[in-house]
C-alpha cells in the first residue's frame, strides 16, 4: 500500500503572486472582450445608441488591466 503525502507543498510565493495577478488580468480580459463582442454586435445590427452603452465604462476595465499588469515584474 503507498503512502499519501498530506503535508503541504512548498511553493514559491513569488509565482502564486505572479499566477493572480495573472489570473485577474485574463478575467478583466474576458470582460473587456465581451463587452467589445456586444458593442460590435450592436453596431452591425445598427443601434449604434446600444454600442456605446455597451462600452460605457469600459475605460475603467482598462485601467484596471494596466495596473493590474504593472504589478508583474
Do not use: C, F, W, Y
Amino acid at each position: 500500500m503507498t503512502e499519501t503525502n498530506n503535508e503541504p507543498q512548498a511553493h514559491d510565493p513569488d509565482e502564486a503572486i505572479r499566477a493572480r495577478i495573472l489570473e485577474r488580468a485574463k478575467a478583466v480580459n474576458a470582460e473587456i472582450l465581451a463587452r467589445l463582442r456586444i458593442a460590435a454586435d450592436d453596431l452591425e445590427a445598427g443601434t449604434h445608441r446600444a454600442a456605446l452603452g455597451a462600452l460605457d465604462g469600459i475605460e475603467a476595465q482598462l485601467t484596471t488591466m494596466r495596473s493590474v499588469l504593472l504589478l508583474l515584474p
